[in-house]
């Protein structure tokens, strides 16, 4: 029995193990500590977004926005029609329409009824027929922000997996640092303001924000 042990450890500790050249030297390392030899390290979505946050996202985001109801009125219906000039395919020329937009308005509706709540907002000077909503979670649809960054683009991921966990990583800050410090259930009949991003959906008359800010005017 303490012989089969013994071979277990081995067969562990070789597993965790890195060949160094010269001398025939074998290194142990840590398990999760390759990265400090091999130049890799794991894949941290939370880690990435909260690195970029508030130093790049949120700069880039209040530069590059849009005021929603003069891109709704300039659109005339087709916000297609406004792609080169505003908004920004998920796939460089092609994918999903997203645009960074922002705009005032009253809030005329809290939904926290569905997982994927929202806020239903007047906007401020402007009477078209599209419904603006503010997602307020808990379920966050769409990946529109991390579409809109210059920055991320999905070349620099090794697969499908960590580009989606980056959007679910930017939705979970969005929750937390956005929509909970404004406190939705207490928003109904006020003012806000907002930065966010949504999707152009085809046929579709809601637009779908996600907020990077939510501020009571």
């Known amino acids: ?78 916000l297609a029609t406004l792609a080169d000039k505003y908004g920004k395919y998920s796939m460089g020329n092609s994918g999903e329409l997203s645009y960074v937009v922002k705009g005032t308005g009253k809030v005329e509706e809290v939904n926290t009824e569905s997982q994927a709540g929202y806020m239903a907002v007047e906007l401020d000077g402007y009477t078209g027929p599209e419904t603006i909503k503010i997602q307020i979670g808990p379920v966050y649809k769409g990946s529109s922000i991390r579409d809109t960054l210059s920055f991320i683009k999905f070349g620099d991921y090794k697969n499908q997996e960590e580009w989606a966990a980056v959007s679910q990583s930017i939705n979970q800050v969005v929750a937390k640092d956005v929509v909970e410090p404004a406190k939705p259930d207490s928003l109904m009949d006020k003012n806000v303001s907002f930065i966010g991003a949504f999707t152009v959906s085809a046929g579709n008359t809601d637009v779908l924000i996600t907020p990077a800010t939510l501020e009571v005017k």
């Open 1 to 78: 029995m303490k012989k089969r042990m013994i071979t277990l450890g081995l067969a562990v500790a070789l597993t965790a193990a890195v060949m160094l050249t010269g001398c025939g030297i074998v290194k142990v390392v840590k398990i999760g500590e390759e990265g400090k030899y091999t130049g890799e390290t794991a894949f941290n979505a939370g880690d990435d977004v909260a690195a970029i946050w508030e130093s790049s996202a949120l700069p880039e985001l209040n530069e590059t926005a849009v005021d929603l109801k003069d891109l709704l009125t300039e659109s005339k219906g087709n």
